[in-house]
């Protein structure tokens, strides 16, 4: 018997007539979803992999079903991706095709490349859905930061994703009786496998507000919508408008379930608003190479300051700087996080050294640092890198920053760090020595902008006469921080 990756769509008998997606006033039953990506995916078949120019509408994930559905890999494009991560991510990834919503004006190196319009029409004779690839296949090539150079894209095989979605399902007791709403970006793990990919695989409801809003979630939670995702700062926002707002309150109190994950969600975050709506905020922890790897249980204890326990099938252990296990038993030991199973990533596309690299005898290393409770419960305390800054849920690399900045004629030198925010997490800090005529802040954050999506531009410039250097020439990014 083979395992669909999405059995609702592949078998439309089991539930055709339910909605699967709506975005606004755009709705799409199953049956008409499956209609859809079935033609889609006939002009697909054969091909390696294929751009989609990833706004957040109904087109894009019709686009990504399609794309699952023939067996080829997807690349999620940013649409406010700047010059130099689109020539980057079209010349790595060399996709066959772009997929986008008819009318939508595609820049750069991404126009050049053959495009199919992905419309909401179904063929008059839909095909049938094509046989299941095997697991091993990949399925989505996500492109993440590192602490220096341009991004790497992450190949993530089906079988992650399936028991990825699975495990969550089981953890979280997500049926198909749930109605999930969400307004994250489409490009990344979060709003796309988990929150496209994850309600089609449970056969329940996405409704997506598009451009998130304190306003539009609550309203969806008010109506029939169940749970939410979403990252600290949507939290944030909503803890302070839930102050404010009684109606709003009691709106995100109906919820089933509220997940928030991408990045640490404080703990005064997570007392705020159980104080505020009643309910208690799961938190789960993940990254781009391994989808997800723990997460508090829906009927766990929701302890705020831990994202819970290691999901089924995903072994998770912490080593000492020397790389050796750290005994479960011990409570007080901080380690490294590494992780193996299913859901891990086959590797980075081209990119054989940095695989490598971050492999330690089959287990990844993830880089974030924590330690455990005496039942098990991990708490995520910091991150290895100094160089990579988590600002509203995404991953940004310092270094990729920098070079950017280095580029400009006035900029002799340049550090960029992570600062606390309250609503960001970390907001993104540019320290710059100026040659002899100093630029505006202005200028020099749309020459970032330019560049790079908009929110890797620094929200502040601060000039220096001198950046503070070791002995070794080494910036001590800890010295500017202090
Ligand atoms: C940014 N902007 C600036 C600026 N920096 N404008 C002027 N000067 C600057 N220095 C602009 C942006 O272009 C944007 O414009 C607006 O300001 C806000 O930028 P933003 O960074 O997008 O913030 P905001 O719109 O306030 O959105 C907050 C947010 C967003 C939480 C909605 O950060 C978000 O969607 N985060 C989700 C990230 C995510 O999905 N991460 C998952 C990674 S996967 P405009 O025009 O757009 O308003 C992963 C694995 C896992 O981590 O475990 O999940
Ligand atoms: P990304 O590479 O964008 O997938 O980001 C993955 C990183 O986000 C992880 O390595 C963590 O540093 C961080 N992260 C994700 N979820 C959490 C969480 N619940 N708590 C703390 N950090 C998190």
């Not at 008409?32 to 294929?50: I, P």
């Not at 700062?233 to 379930?257: K, N, P, S, V």
Request: net charge negative.
């Amino acid at each position: 018997m083979t395992t669909h990756l999405l059995p609702d769509l592949a078998d439309v008998s089991r539930r055709g007539d339910r909605v699967a997606l709506r975005f606004g006033d755009t709705a799409l039953t199953y049956r008409e979803l499956a209609a859809v990506a079935a033609g889609t995916a006939s002009r697909l078949a054969g091909l390696r992999r294929v751009a989609v120019w990833a706004t957040p509408t109904a087109e894009t994930c019709a686009a990504v079903v399609a794309a699952l559905a023939a067996g080829v890999a997807v690349v999620p494009i940013n649409p406010k991706i700047g010059k130099r991560e689109m020539s980057h991510i079209v010349g790595d990834a060399e996709p066959d095709r772009v997929l986008a919503a008819p009318g939508a004006e595609l820049p750069g190196e991404l126009a050049g490349l053959p495009r199919i319009d992905v419309t909401l029409t179904p063929p008059a004779q839909p095909g049938p859905w094509p046989a299941e690839p095997p697991a091993s296949t990949p399925a989505f090539i996500v492109y993440t930061s590192g602490t220096t150079g341009p991004p790497k894209g992450v190949v993530l095989p089906r079988r992650a994703l399936t028991s990825n979605l699975d495990a969550l399902a089981e953890v979280w007791e997500w049926t198909a009786d749930d109605v999930l709403v969400h307004g994250l970006p489409l490009f990344h793990v979060h709003g796309l496998i988990l929150g496209v990919v994850g309600p089609l695989r449970r056969g329940c409801t996405l409704h997506h507000v598009g451009k998130f809003s304190t306003e539009a979630v609550a309203a969806e939670l008010a109506g029939d919508a169940t749970m939410l995702f979403g990252v600290p700062t949507m939290y944030h926002r909503l803890a302070e408008d839930c102050a404010a707002d009684r109606e709003m309150a009691e709106a995100i109190g109906r919820a089933r379930l509220l997940v928030s994950g991408s990045a640490a969600l404080p703990a005064t975050e997570h007392q705020r608003i159980e104080q505020l709506t009643g309910q208690r905020v799961i938190e789960r922890y993940g990254m781009t190479e391994t989808l997800m790897n723990c997460s508090v249980r829906f009927s766990g204890d929701r302890r705020p300051g831990t994202v819970g326990l290691p999901l089924p099938g995903v072994d998770l252990r912490l080593v000492d700087d020397d790389g050796n296990p750290i005994p479960e038993q011990d409570t007080d030991a901080v380690g490294e996080i590494e992780v193996r199973g299913p859901n891990l990533f086959l590797g980075y596309l081209n990119r054989p050294d940095a695989t490598a690299e971050a492999m330690h005898d089959g287990w990844f290393r993830t880089g974030d640092m924590a330690r455990r409770d005496p039942d098990g419960y991990v708490r995520i305390v910091g991150r290895r890198a100094t160089d990579l800054i988590k600002s509203g849920g995404y991953k940004i690399g310092a270094g990729e920053i920098e070079n950017v900045l280095l580029d400009h004629p006035q900029v002799a030198e340049v550090a960029v760090t992570g600062e606390p925010d309250p609503d960001l997490g970390e907001r993104i800090v540019a320290w710059v020595v100026a040659r002899d005529e100093r630029p505006s802040a202005d200028e020099l954050i749309a020459h970032v902008a330019e560049q790079l999506a908009a929110h890797k531009r620094p929200r502040e410039v601060r000039f220096l006469s001198a950046l503070p250097r070791n002995d070794m020439g080494k910036v001590m990014k800890r010295a500017l921080r202090a």
